[in-house]
Structures are given as structure tokens and as C-alpha cells.
């Protein structure tokens, strides 16, 4: 079975600092990750993906993501956050080849300070 | 174009009663899945549908869970017998068809389910 482990329960930065947030898989197949974003009051959007190819993927807003395969992780960085960042970010895990169902971490909660 | 939409936004149920949750998925998507978002907890999967294959219930947590999907457009999940510990949001997404050998999917806004 899936798992998906985000070690920072919640991230607290101040505006321009760096970010990097972290997400460990547990799966011995071949995955298709993501990172979704959910804005306070808002439904969750995608802010990146992966599925082949350059392991280092851009996404929206300045966010990028980097997959290793050998340490199974697909961490999210951003060179300088916004107070619009606040949010909470959710790592995602799906098997490749397969249309099924996404297992989830618990989430991050990042707050910037202004 | 229109994105996936639940209702309701927020439901509050007395212990016991029975509610229905719908989803309307983008036009066009073939797949629709259905989560249970926890407070502090990541989103939990019940149920997914694909065309008109048989449902994948694995995530579903008791037989008290149920959903069905008329027309392989909207679809309805339901819980009998509320219990306190039911309360969560409940998100829908769904994924185009050139989509699901990729799993993106696209997600509603959710149901606020209350159970008291």
C-alpha cells in the first residue's frame, strides 16, 4: 500500500524567506506525484506535478519541486514566499499507469508573516 | 469552464439521521472520486468511479457508506445512521478521460458535513 509522510505539520516564515517543504512515498512501483495547494476558503487547486521526465518540476505562483527517486521524495520549494502563500499543501501519491485513487499526506500549514 | 460542484456547501444532521451528498463533475470527465477531509488530517480516499465499471468502495469505512453515480455524469454519497465521528468534508473530484492513466484530478469545493 501507498503511504505519503509531510514532516512539517506547520511552517511558520516571514515574507521572503525560503521554503522548503517536505514529502517522503512509500510505494515500490512507478508514481505520478503532486503537490496541492488549499487556500483559506478556497477548494484544492494544483500547484505541481510529476509524472516523467526532468525531475525538477516548475509549477504555478514561483513554486518548483525536485523528485528523487532514490529517497522516494518529492519535496516543494520556493526561493521567497509571499504572504499570499498561507495556505495549507497537500503531497499526493498515484501509481502510475493507473486511474486510480491518490493517497495524501496529512498537509503542511504554512503561515507568512508580512 | 465550470468546475466540479458539491452540495450542499454545509450540512448539520442530529446523530442517526440519514444524509445525501452530491457531485456534479466537470462535463466530459469520465472518472469521479470521492475523500473524507478530517480536521488536521489529509484527505482520507472512499470511493471512485470510472465510465461504467464497476466502483472501487475499498476506502469506504462501513456499510453505513454508499454512493452511486447515475448516467456516469452526477453522483450521490450517502450516509445512514450518522455518527459523531462522520464529521469531516467530503470532497468530490473528477478527471478527464486523457487524464486517468495520470490520476489528476480536479476538485470541488466540498461538503462540510456536522454531526451532533
Known amino acids: 500500500a501507498q503511504s505519503v509522510s509531510q514532516h512539517n505539520h506547520h511552517v511558520i516564515l516571514s515574507e521572503a524567506a525560503s521554503l522548503e517543504l517536505g514529502c517522503n512515498y512509500s510505494?515500490?512501483?512507478?508514481?505520478?506525484l503532486f503537490w496541492y495547494v488549499q487556500y483559506p476558503g478556497q477548494h484544492l487547486q494544483l500547484l505541481l506535478k510529476?509524472?516523467?521526465?526532468?525531475?525538477l518540476v516548475k509549477g504555478i505562483k514561483g513554486f518548483e519541486a525536485e523528485f528523487i527517486k532514490s529517497k522516494f521524495s518529492f519535496n516543494l520549494r520556493k526561493p521567497s514566499v509571499q504572504w499570499s502563500d498561507t495556505a495549507e499543501y497537500f503531497c499526493?501519491?498515484?501509481?502510475?499507469?493507473?486511474?486510480?485513487?491518490?493517497?495524501f499526506g496529512s498537509g503542511t500549514q504554512l503561515t507568512v508573516l508580512p | 469552464g465550470a468546475g466540479v460542484s458539491q452540495s450542499p456547501s454545509n450540512k448539520v444532521t442530529e446523530k442517526g439521521k440519514d444524509v445525501e451528498l452530491r457531485c456534479d463533475p466537470i462535463?466530459?470527465?469520465?472518472?469521479l472520486y470521492w475523500y473524507r477531509q478530517s480536521l488536521g488530517q489529509g484527505l482520507e480516499f472512499l470511493i471512485y468511479?470510472?465510465?461504467?465499471?464497476?466502483?472501487?468502495k475499498s476506502g469506504l469505512p462501513s456499510d453505513r457508506f454508499s454512493a452511486e453515480r447515475t448516467g456516469g455524469s452526477v453522483s450521490t454519497l450517502t450516509i445512514q445512521r450518522t455518527q459523531q465521528e462522520d464529521s469531516a468534508v467530503y470532497l468530490c473530484?473528477?478527471?478527464?478521460?486523457?487524464?486517468?492513466?495520470?490520476?489528476?484530478?480536479?476538485f470541488g469545493p466540498g461538503t462540510r458535513l456536522t454531526v451532533l
Open positions: 462535463s466530459g470527465h469520465t472518472a
Open positions: 510529476y509524472f516523467s521526465g526532468d525531475p
Open positions: 510505494y515500490g512501483g512507478t508514481v505520478n
Open positions: 468511479f470510472q465510465g461504467n465499471s464497476a466502483p472501487d
Open positions: 473530484a473528477s478527471s478527464p478521460p486523457q487524464a486517468t492513466t495520470y490520476n489528476e484530478q480536479f
Open positions: 499526493a501519491v498515484g501509481s502510475s499507469g493507473s486511474a486510480r485513487q491518490l493517497t
